[in-house]
């Protein structure tokens, strides 16, 4: 049985621009195989947790009920949970339907945005598709994060300093020049 840490990631309301950053590690992937095991992740596609975690990184906020749940689910079993990205710090640019109430978004979606076309005039409630939230929540606001990557997305460089700080159990300081909100 594998005795290296377990890192897990998901992706909730991004866009998967800061998992395409943690690939463009390039051939430190390499490195970073034979340091940890990767568990629930959509970079192996395992879809449930198969044991503790030592990190979790989170990219996207929360804008539904299965976001909720997947984020509790992470804090339950990552020892040390990690945002990555605007998007799971602040909400990022999804956030910007919080300025709209959420049935007028619906409705402007499915009713009445000039591209739409739905005779039966329905908007889709299916049980299997999430409930969406009355607004998105930076993932703070939801459960207990650990530390905070900035960035949109952060660099490789900053994804690769966090990971070996936190899988040495050494704090989270990286210097200023990884450090960027943009
Ligand atoms: S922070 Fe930027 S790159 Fe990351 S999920 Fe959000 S929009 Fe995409």
Request: charged share 25%; net charge negative.
């Amino acid at each position: 049985m594998s005795q290296k840490p377990k890192v897990a990631t998901t992706s909730m309301c991004g866009c998967f621009g800061c998992h395409m950053s943690l690939l463009d590690i390039d051939e430190r992937i390499l490195k970073l195989v034979e340091l940890v095991e990767f568990d629930k992740s959509p970079i192996n596609d395992i879809k449930r947790f198969t044991g503790r975690c030592a990190v979790g990184l989170i990219e996207g906020g929360c804008c539904n009920d299965e976001n909720v749940h997947v984020l509790q689910d992470f804090r339950e079993h990552c020892d040390v949970l990690v945002t990555v990205g605007e998007c799971a710090r602040t909400g990022g640019v999804p956030v910007l339907r919080n300025l709209v109430p959420l049935a007028e978004c619906l409705e402007e979606a499915y009713l009445r945005g000039p591209t739409v076309h739905n005779p039966g005039q329905v908007i889709p409630n299916d049980p299997d598709i999430p409930l969406l939230l009355d607004r998105v929540y930076p993932c703070h606001e939801v459960v207990k994060i650990d530390y905070f990557l900035p960035g949109c997305p952060p660099s490789a460089d900053t994804l690769w300093a966090a990971l070996l700080a936190l899988l040495g159990n050494r704090p989270l300081e990286l210097p200023y020049g990884l450090v960027k909100y943009d």
